[in-house]
């Protein structure tokens, strides 16, 4: 049975990301900080994005690169930024700096009788550049599609509350 | 809270299935608008925009009150929310990552011994 993820808007300019995963804190840390094994799992294929090339020095005061294709995008998307802090097994901090108003992302693992508590938490600026990034994938009449796409799932989970 | 029966899906959905009746959507949640404003936006009778109007409102996506002698039309409580839906679009990106990052770890934890390579699903 799978482990549930979820995403909450926490405050005003913060996103946060749970998940739990069965094995140990250094494994899951080793996936996110080895390109090898992220370029793996970061792109699902249902979301239509390919990788084509994956850089990242997951250290403090390292950087990363990814780049990738879509179908639909005339030209790859390069996404990059640096490592404010990494701390092994544990903790990673990394800026988003495509976007002058791009999150700051803290990962967090905590370990407990060999499983691994995930929480990555996306500090915005401020209120307005969150709200902005709603906005860009809400307001266009393409993203608006595929709002309606997703009515099924929005009254789902008013049907089951 | 509204709670929905099968029907009551069906009813929304088919609400939505139509063009029109999404740029209805779409116009009134920038703004409240009466009947004959949406029949000029979309160049409809006003017969034609009673019904699309009626349609929505049966699907609780759209809420009418008459104003003197103008009847005004708002989201209803069934609104589509776009942050919501946002979200859990978010959520779902979330999720196949981590479905991904399961596989992974998975073989981390207990490396195949055959030496041929899984093909991705």
């Known amino acids: 049975m799978k482990n549930p993820t979820t995403v909450e808007r926490t405050s005003e300019r913060e996103l946060v990301v ?79 700096e495509e976007s002058a108003d791009g999150p700051v992302s803290t990962l967090t693992l905590e370990e407990k009788d060999g499983k ?10 401020s209120k307005q550049a969150l709200d902005d990034a709603i906005a860009t994938g809400s307001s266009s009449t393409g993203a608006a599609a595929e709002q309606f796409e997703l009515l099924d799932q929005v009254l789902d989970m008013e049907r089951a509350s | 809270m509204v709670q929905f029966t099968s029907g009551h899906l069906d ?13 209805i959507l779409e116009r009134l949640a920038r703004a409240d608008a009466s009947i004959s404003e949406l029949a000029d936006s979309f160049r409809m009778t006003l017969t034609g925009m009673k019904k699309h109007v009626g349609v929505l409102e049966h699907a609780d996506l759209v809420a009418t009150e008459k104003v003197g002698r103008v009847r005004i039309c708002r989201l209803g409580a069934r609104r589509l929310d776009a942050e919501v839906a946002w979200i859990e679009r978010y959520r779902q990106l979330w999720e196949a990552r981590f479905d991904a990052l399961d596989r992974i770890v998975e073989d981390l934890q207990h490396p195949r011994t055959n030496m041929t390579r899984r093909t991705r699903s």
């Open chain 1, 18 to 96: 749970t998940r739990h995963f069965n094995a140990p804190a250094h494994i899951v840390f080793k996936a996110w900080s080895d390109p090898a094994l992220l370029r793996q799992w970061w792109t699902p294929p249902s979301f239509g994005i390919t990788f084509v090339s994956c850089e990242a020095d997951v250290r403090t005061g390292g950087s990363y690169r990814f780049v990738f294709s879509h179908p639909a995008a005339p030209e790859p998307m390069a996404f990059f930024g640096r490592y404010v802090e990494v701390v092994p097994n544990a903790r990673i901090v990394w800026t988003n």
């Open chain 1, 116 to 125: 691994t508590h995930l929480r990555m938490c996306e500090l915005y600026p």
């Open chain 2, 11 to 23: 009813t929304a959905f088919a609400a939505l299935a139509d063009p029109t009746r999404r740029g």
